[in-house]
């Protein structure tokens, strides 16, 4: 932990929100957001456990998307008026959001992941493995998968079809995300074993998967935050079905993703001091 200067260790509790949103219609699937917000949050208190991190579905606010000019519509600029709203949002009951949502700078469209606080934006993603849908509308990203320093952990952000390529879950794994927060719009069901394989990697996963019919596009839902533990009998899940809105809320602890099975006891400041170890 001290060699990736990660942050201390603490528990906290994370909640996934299944929706399918109105294509084509931000202002109606904002406010839509916002309620299924309050509802995580007060489950999660319910609990006697306060909210800290919130993960929404993949292009939340607008929908799917099918061309160009519908992104140059419905896209917004990150930071934005939306991403205000939700960082009003967050301010408010003290948590962080993270969603999926459509980018529009300079004349080019992306399919961004966004992490917001009280703050405002912390990180942003723009989508690097797009699937044949995005690619009629979407640029590909040119970052790499980032990771960001929350209070209780560190965070790392995918979209849906990057679960698909193991190399992105390990490169932030490597990097010290505790928990990977993954916002999807995910289609074949046959595929889904994939987000199960990807605890491999050792770290907290929680996606969050659209629902239903969007013009011809059918999501299949089943939004899953799995709890990670060296010891197969502490592995926790919370699973939503595969049709209709639904909300997980789990806790969790990011010293959980640091007790790695089969990690040598590396001393580390032997290796950066080039210094034989004891001495």
Known sequence: GAVLGLPEPAGFTVA?????????????????????????????????????????????????????????????????????????????????????????????HYNSCVLIGPRGVECKYRKVHLSPRDQKWAEEGDSIFPVCDLPFGRIGLVAGCDLMFPECVESLAKRGADLLCAPALWEDRRSKFIWEARLGEQTHLAIANQWGDAGGFYAVGGSVIFGYSRYPEKMLRSESPA??????????????????????NIDYDAILNNTPPGQ
């Open 16 to 108: 996934t929100v299944q929706f399918r949103p109105d294509p084509g219609n931000p202002p109606a699937n904002i406010g839509r957001i916002m309620g299924l917000i309050d509802k995580a949050a007060a489950m999660s208190e319910a609990r006697g456990q306060p909210l800290d991190l919130v993960v929404l579905p993949e292009l939340s606010t607008t929908g799917i998307i099918f061309d160009p000019v519908e992104a140059g519509k419905l896209g917004e600029e990150i930071p934005g008026p939306a991403t205000e709203i939700f960082a009003r949002a967050a301010a408010g009951k003290n948590i962080y959001i993270v969603l999926g949502m459509a980018e529009s700078q300079g004349g080019k």
């Open 243 to 264: 049709e209709g809105d639904g909300i997980n809320v789990l806790r969790l602890n990011s010293a959980d993703a640091r007790e790695k099975k089969f990690l040598e």
